[in-house]
Nanobody, 124 residues
Framework: QVQLVESGGGLVQAGGSLRLSCATSGLTFSIYTMGWFRQAPGKEREFVAA????????YYADSVKGRFTISRDNAKNTVYLQMNSLKPEDTAVYYCAADRYGLGSVKNQQYDYWGQGTQVTVSS
């Protein structure tokens, strides 16, 4: 069965850094575009970043560009989200998602599989 398990969330002060990991199993990781989304209380789930299954392209939301970096390690079937210069508005539950042969869609409906999420809280 397909599983996506996020980890690395927690409490961090504004300006700090955090690295999220999403370990996958049960799928051919190398053919899935991987994305990160986040959802704050009372708000819609929003796109954060994606990395093409080819590994040759990345895409970021304007709100995180220059601060966050998405990467993948196909040997470990894992995708990462390095978050630097964190702001209180980055506080949310962060979700990992997989899109088979995807081209970095920003729409959550286009992703095939989802993890359970990991909480990121940034204090001021």
């Amino acid at each position: 069965q397909v599983q996506l398990v996020e980890s690395g969330g927690g409490l961090v002060q504004a300006g700090g850094s955090l690295r999220l990991s999403c370990a996958t199993s049960g799928l051919t990781f190398s053919i899935y575009t991987m994305g990160w989304f986040r959802q704050a209380p009372g708000k819609e789930r929003e796109f954060v970043a994606a990395i093409w299954w080819t590994g040759s392209n990345t895409y970021y939301a304007d709100s995180v560009k220059g601060r966050f970096t998405i990467s993948r390690d196909n040997a470990k079937n894992t995708v990462y989200l390095q978050m630097n210069s964190l702001k209180p508005e980055d506080t949310a539950v962060y979700y990992c998602a997989a899109d088979r042969y995807g081209l970095g869609s920003v729409k959550n409906q286009q992703y095939d599989y989802w993890g359970q999420g990991t909480q990121v809280t940034v204090s001021s």
